[in-house]
């Protein structure tokens, strides 16, 4: 149990559709991070919030969008899906500078887009 | 291009025995390094770290090693029980960054 939340679980979009995924952070935790997780390979970084700011950003396009509101819950929005996007979604938490045994994650939420 | 490579997908060991799952890495900026373990339908789970400036973490039965001059880490399980089995992640981090870069991951089986 990480106190990290996701919602929803599990959820199919049609291509072309939008989607919205839900994290709440661990209670005190600042900062959110995003990862996409296709079948097969590791986590990639999609971005990061710190103090309701994007704080960083990986190789994703702008059809990747996110927030994070004064309680520190953050959404993930994904604009025009396309069928690579159907992967497992992770949220993180974490308290300020990323050290190992500060980082939570959530159970993620699977996304299908068929 | 792939900064952090676990190079086999796949390790199965017997009960009592060890456990050894390796990660090479590519980029000379990372400083720290983490091991995730991930249950199917979960999160990853926080395993083991270790900073640049340290050649082994142990905890417990979890030890990291880190040669640095060959940009290789590995994570030693000693004994291997059979609810270790799961993916391990090797995930490194750069102290100039915010992000996590991710290996592929090693599917762990032990087998009673």
């Known amino acids: 149990e990480t106190g990290v939340t996701q919602s929803p679980t599990h959820l199919i979009k049609t291509r072309g559709q939008q989607v919205t995924l839900r994290c709440s952070s661990q209670s005190g935790h600042n900062t959110v991070s995003w990862y996409q997780q296709a079948l097969g390979q590791g986590p990639q970084f999609i971005f990061q919030?710190?103090?309701?700011?994007?704080?960083g950003r990986g190789n994703f396009p702008p059809r990747f969008s996110g927030l994070q509101f004064p309680n520190y819950s953050s959404e993930l929005n994904v604009n025009a899906l396309e069928l690579d996007d159907s992967a497992l979604y992770l949220c993180a938490s974490s308290f300020g500078g990323l050290s190992g045994n500060t980082i939570y994650f959530g159970e993620g939420s699977w996304l299908t887009v068929v | 291009d792939q900064q952090v490579k676990q190079n086999s997908p796949s390790l199965s060991v017997q009960e009592g025995r060890i456990s050894i799952l390796n990660c090479d890495y590519t980029?000379?900026?990372?400083?720290?390094f983490l091991w995730y373990k991930k249950y199917p339908a979960e999160g990853p789970t926080f395993l083991i770290s270790i900073s640049s400036i340290k050649d082994k973490n142990e905890d417990g039965r979890f030890t990291v090693f880190l040669n640095k001059s060959a940009k290789h880490l590995s994570l030693h399980i000693v004994p291997s029980q059979p609810g270790d089995s799961a993916v391990y992640f090797c995930a490194a981090f750069n102290n100039a960054g915010n992000m996590l870069t991710f290996g592929g991951g090693t599917r762990l089986m032990v087998k009673p």
């Open positions: 919030y710190y103090r309701e700011e994007e704080n």
């Open positions: 980029n000379s900026m990372f400083d720290y």
